[in-house]
């Protein structure tokens, strides 16, 4: 049972527009939601995250969405660029514990 | 953000032999930290999760006498792949935990190849 579903699997958008990666957990203890940014080859780095406790953050282009009932988030990149072109992962996580679930992953292609 | 290394950056070993990755928090002490297997356009996958001073604790499937874990100080753990064969090939990726937060800061990865 998969416990973050990501979507979609891939996107493509134009130079300065909007792009957005959906996902959707089962676990109503997850308790803080971040967003990670991956180029190949590499480790991901932490882009942004948010808490239940709260519907939007912001930083820079990169907001969050929280929508706590329909137990779903989400990521919109603002003015998207070619060097935004990168997979992107949803994760959740409860507690301190710490351990994350990841989302499958959007491979996200921002075309000049 | 913070800085998590990893070393090697990438291995290509023969199958058989013993693989060590470091995994090291440079500006933060981490009593928690986790390594993750990455195969191709696929999502990171937990393996076990590394706590100072204490064992490990790996996720079901993990085989931890084969992928031993060790984490010796504040700042380092470490990834041995014993007697590697080729299937064990794949991008392995450490994060460490800020104290008493939820903060995960992920190293670089590393690219091991069993031949």
């Known amino acids: 049972q998969q416990q973050v579903k990501q979507s979609p699997q891939s996107l493509i958008v134009q130079k300065g527009g909007i792009s957005i990666i959906n996902c959707a957990y089962e676990n109503t203890a997850f308790d803080y939601f971040p967003w990670y940014q991956q180029f190949p080859g590499k480790g991901p780095a932490l882009l942004i995250a948010?808490?239940?406790?709260?519907s939007e953050k912001k930083e820079g282009r990169f907001t969050i969405s929280f929508n706590k009932s329909a137990k779903q988030f989400s990521l919109h990149i603002m003015d998207s660029q070619p060097g935004d072109s990168a997979t992107y992962f949803c994760a959740a996580s409860k507690g301190n514990a710490g351990k994350s679930t990841f989302g499958d992953g959007t491979t996200l292609t921002v075309k000049p | 953000g913070a800085v998590v290394s990893q070393h090697p950056s990438r291995v290509i070993c023969k199958s058989g032999t013993s693989v060590k990755i470091e995994c090291r928090s440079l500006?933060?002490?981490?009593?928690?930290m986790f390594w993750y297997r990455q195969f191709p356009k696929q999502s990171l996958m937990l393996m076990a999760t590394?706590?100072?001073?204490?064992?490990?604790?790996?996720e079901q499937g993990v085989e931890k006498d084969k992928f031993l874990i060790n984490h010796a100080s504040l700042t380092l753990s470490t990834l041995t792949v014993t007697s590697a064969h080729p299937e064990d090939s794949s991008f392995y990726i450490c994060?460490?935990?800020?104290?008493?937060?939820?903060?995960?800061?992920f190293g670089p990865g590393t690219r091991l190849t069993v031949l």
């Open positions: 948010i808490r239940p406790d709260v």
């Open positions: 500006d933060f002490q981490a009593t928690t």
């Open positions: 590394s706590n100072e001073g204490s064992k490990a604790t790996y």
């Open positions: 994060s460490a935990r800020v104290p008493s937060t939820d903060t995960q800061y």
